[in-house]
RNA sequence: GGAGAGAUGGGUGAGUGGCUUAAACCACAGGUUUGCUAAACCUGCGAAGGAAGUAAUUCCUUCCGAGGGUUCGAAUCCCUCUCUCUCCGCCA
């Protein structure tokens, strides 16, 4: 969410930034809105003043039984006009509020222009891709062969993307995360939780995933939702605090699944478990103080990464361009895994700075020297479970078709290969 | 699921229709004094918004879990909902 302060003093600003991200020109709109708004409170605001002095000689007249009839027909004729002006802002701020809360957030100056992923630039990389002697197989032939991998009994339980993992596979995905909630908290310096994985609809509205992205969410009964990802439960922790300055910064992780309707993405990687409706995910979050949000998402990409250099996986950084940036994000890092069965990268996390704009949405802020400050918050995948699975399986396959286990998974696999 | 109790500022907590303009304490911030891993005292201190002013600031409105209602006037009375706690039942 935006403040209507920088928009009503930078109208051509918020608009060129609105531009960049695929919106129409509307500061023109909003501060017209806003403008009815602020006149209609200041006249409701003066009649309420009226109305309060006189019921307060009410009270006095009253008390000394005394006649009081002329105040409180005057008091009545107040409250007509009181009653449709209320109505009135009620309105205009419904009115605001509606397009506020779907417009997307503003890019940092340091993201590139852009329309689509083909215009997200390289901010870095790491490792080689390894070489192979025979021709390496993508994730999903390696697990069949293996008998790990089952797409038609998931498919006979849940429908399309959806899949069922077996004994040293189901082993591997639960290592992993052991692996990575371990790295994270003990180096990394963020604190583990167990969040619940159903939420109602005011933390979606926080983290920006409603009133917008309603499709690509899986309802659960009538007040849930099923989380997209660990982002919303952690990020709203702080929704409507008013922390200390000394809780900050706010660094918390959670292993969870993650729950998408996939709804934009028909026909799009049908094939593997690399695009499913459930899936499970290491969650980053960090809430920080303003200054420190860019600093933060640095650090936080550096502990993403820390996770595939323990692996020994060749990715790349990418910076998203501001076509392809989330919708609630300011900056965005993707972490690009080398896949060398697919012979392509494929994201594995995505780090972002939301800046103020989730804060906003939550109502979260701290208080330093005595005045209350928007939070900042950050998060990132620490990283995605089901792709770091699938980055291991094509990585670390060998020409008989098993699957060597890295070193630093073994203590918590018990096994040098898959087989 | 049944019965009961409750929800007040960052926290604890008083307040049953108009002397509440939300007390008091804690925490926090600033200061004074003593003097050294600190204490005592003083002062300030809920949130969101509007109007005036170059500004410091001043005035006003709203908010006591949420939403409605009664009333000239509601933290206080009524209705609906949400959540928390206690007991009972069921249960991993």
Same mark, same amino acid.
């Given at each position: 969410m935006h403040s209507i302060n920088y928009i009503r003093e930078n109208p051509i600003e918020f608009d060129n930034a609105m531009k960049v991200r695929g919106e129409k020109p509307l500061s023109s709109k909003i501060i017209e809105i806003d403008k009815i708004k602020r006149e209609t409170q200041t006249v409701l605001q003066n009649l309420l003043a009226e109305r309060n002095t006189l019921s307060k000689e009410i009270g006095i007249l009253k008390s000394k039984n005394q006649n009081a009839n002329d105040q409180i027909n005057k008091v009545e004729d107040l409250k007509t006009k009181i009653n449709s002006l209320k109505e009135l802002e009620n309105i205009k701020n419904n009115e605001l509020n509606s397009i506020l809360m779907n417009l997307p957030n503003i890019a940092h100056k340091s993201v590139p222009n852009g329309k689509d992923e083909s215009e997200n630039t390289l901010y870095r990389k790491w490792g080689t891709k390894p070489k192979f002697n025979f021709q390496p197989k993508v994730h999903y032939e390696i697990g069949e062969k293996l008998g790990l991998i089952n797409f038609e009994i998931a498919s006979k339980l849940s429908g399309s993307r959806f899949v069922l993992l077996k004994k040293q596979i189901s082993k591997l995905e639960r290592s992993i995360a052991n692996f990575m909630l371990d790295k994270h908290t003990e180096d990394n310096g963020y604190t583990e939780y167990s969040v619940p994985f159903l939420v109602k609809d005011d933390s979606l509205y926080g983290t920006g995933q409603l009133p917008k992205f309603e499709e690509d969410l899986f309802p659960a009964g009538d007040h849930h939702w099923l989380i997209p990802t660990a982002e919303v439960p952690l990020t709203n922790l702080v929704r409507n605090e008013i922390l200390n300055i000394n809780q900050l910064p706010i660094r918390s992780t959670s292993y969870t699944p993650c729950f998408r309707s996939e709804a934009g993405a028909a026909g799009k990687d049908t094939r593997g478990m690399l695009r499913q409706h459930q899936f499970t995910k290491v969650e980053l979050v960090s809430i920080v103080e303003p200054q420190f949000s860019e600093d933060e998402l640095e650090r936080m990409l550096v502990c993403a990464e820390s996770i595939l250099k323990d692996l020994n996986i060749h990715y790349r950084v990418m910076t998203l361009c501001t076509g392809d940036m989330g919708f609630s994000a300011n900056k965005t890092y993707d972490i690009e895994?080398? =896949?060398?069965?697919? %012979?392509? @990268?494929?994201? +594995? &996390? &995505?780090?972002? %700075?939301?800046?103020?704009?989730? !804060?906003?949405? *939550? %109502? &979260?802020? @701290?208080?330093?020297?005595?005045k209350n400050i928007f939070t900042h918050t950050l998060n990132g995948s620490g990283l !995605?479970?089901?792709?770091? =699975? +699938? !980055? +291991? =399986?094509? %990585? @670390?396959? *060998?020409?008989d078709g098993n699957v060597e286990i890295p070193k630093v998974l073994i203590k918590y696999f018990n096994n040098k290969t898959l087989f």
């Open positions: 895994v080398w =896949l060398p069965g697919e %012979n392509t @990268y494929r994201e +594995i &996390s &995505s780090c972002s %700075n939301c800046g103020d704009f989730q !804060a906003r949405r *939550m %109502n &979260s802020r @701290y208080k330093s020297n005595d !995605a479970v089901g792709r770091t =699975l +699938i !980055a +291991i =399986l094509e %990585n @670390y396959q *060998m020409e």
